[in-house]
């Protein structure tokens, strides 16, 4: 079984900064891509940010310059450093992964979501 543990939400104020982790476990042979979504109040789910075992990146052009992705792979974990933060980015962030487990067959898993709340 895998799980994906996040941690690092919260309330900050415009122009603030956070930092989100999203830590994989259980029985994980690799993971490619990690990132995160995300999803405002009466919105779609969007991709803010993800990222390759081998290092590419990709993001939201509404992020570009202010987030960074990166991860660890010996951990499992993925983050997301949040800079100039805007009341736009507020949402709950979810983190993404598609693991390749013991069984050999790849499958997407998600974070059980963490607020992000950014005041004006």
């Known amino acids: 079984q895998v799980q994906l543990v996040e941690s690092g939400g919260g309330l900050v104020q415009a122009g603030g900064s956070l930092r989100l982790s999203c830590a994989a476990s259980?029985?994980?042979?690799?993971?490619?891509?990690m990132g995160w979504y995300r999803q405002a109040p009466g919105k779609q789910r969007e991709l803010v940010a993800s990222?390759?075992?081998?290092?590419?990146?990709n993001y939201a052009d509404s992020v570009k310059g202010r987030f960074t992705v990166s991860r660890d792979n010996a951990k499992n974990t993925v983050y997301l450093q949040m800079d100039s933060l805007k009341p736009e980015d507020t949402g709950v962030y979810y983190c993404y992964a598609r693991i390749l487990t013991t069984r050999l067959r790849p499958s997407d898993y998600w974070g059980q979501g963490t607020q992000v709340t950014v005041s004006s």
């Open positions: 259980g029985s994980i042979v690799s993971i490619d891509p």
């Open positions: 990222i390759t075992r081998g290092g590419d990146t």
